[in-house]
C-alpha cells in the first residue's frame, strides 16, 4: 500500500495531487465512483469507520445493508464489518474482492475470512454479489 503512494495525499479535505496518484481511484473503478451517485466519504481513521461519517451517510439515505471487500481484509475490511454490525447494519463481504497480507506468524486473508464466516450476514463470491445486486435493481 505504501509503495503505490495509497496514503500519500496532502490533506483530507483537498483533492490536490489526488488525479492520477497512487491515493487517486483505480481507472477501472473511476466511472462508477465518479458517476454521480456514489457517496464518498471522509477518510477512515486506523480501521474502522468509528470516527469517520459512514454511518451518518448511510443512514441520511436509508441504507441497511452494505455489501463489503477491501485490498486488508484482517484489518479495514474486518473492522468495518465489526463496527457496521454494531450499529445494526446487515453486511455481506464479499470473500474473492478482499486480500490479506501473509507473514511468517501468519495468513490475515485466511484469518479474517475465519472472522468473516462467524459475524457476517453473507460470505459471498463476486459472481454471486452481482447477480445479487442486479436482481434487487
Not at 457517496?39 to 441520511?60: E, G
Request: hydrophobic share 40%; glycine share 10%.
Amino acid at each position: 500500500m505504501h509503495a503505490i503512494g495509497m496514503f500519500d495525499r496532502p490533506g483530507s479535505l483537498t483533492l490536490e495531487g489526488f488525479e492520477g496518484s497512487g491515493a487517486d481511484w483505480m481507472p477501472q473503478y473511476k466511472k462508477y465512483i465518479e458517476d454521480g451517485e456514489t457517496i464518498v466519504c471522509s477518510p477512515h481513521k486506523v480501521y474502522s469507520p468509528a470516527q469517520n461519517d459512514l454511518n451518518l451517510q448511510l443512514r441520511k439515505r436509508g441504507i441497511d445493508k452494505v455489501i463489503l471487500a477491501g485490498m486488508s481484509a484482517n484489518l479495514c475490511t474486518q473492522a468495518h464489518l465489526y463496527e457496521l454490525l454494531e450499529l445494526g447494519f446487515e453486511v455481506a463481504v464479499v470473500r474473492d474482492a478482499t486480500a490479506g497480507a501473509k507473514v511468517p506468524e501468519g495468513d490475515g486473508y485466511l484469518a479474517a475470512l475465519i472472522n468473516f464466516r462467524m459475524v457476517a450476514n453473507g460470505v459471498w463470491w463476486t459472481d454471486d454479489a452481482v447477480e445479487r445486486i442486479a436482481r434487487s435493481a
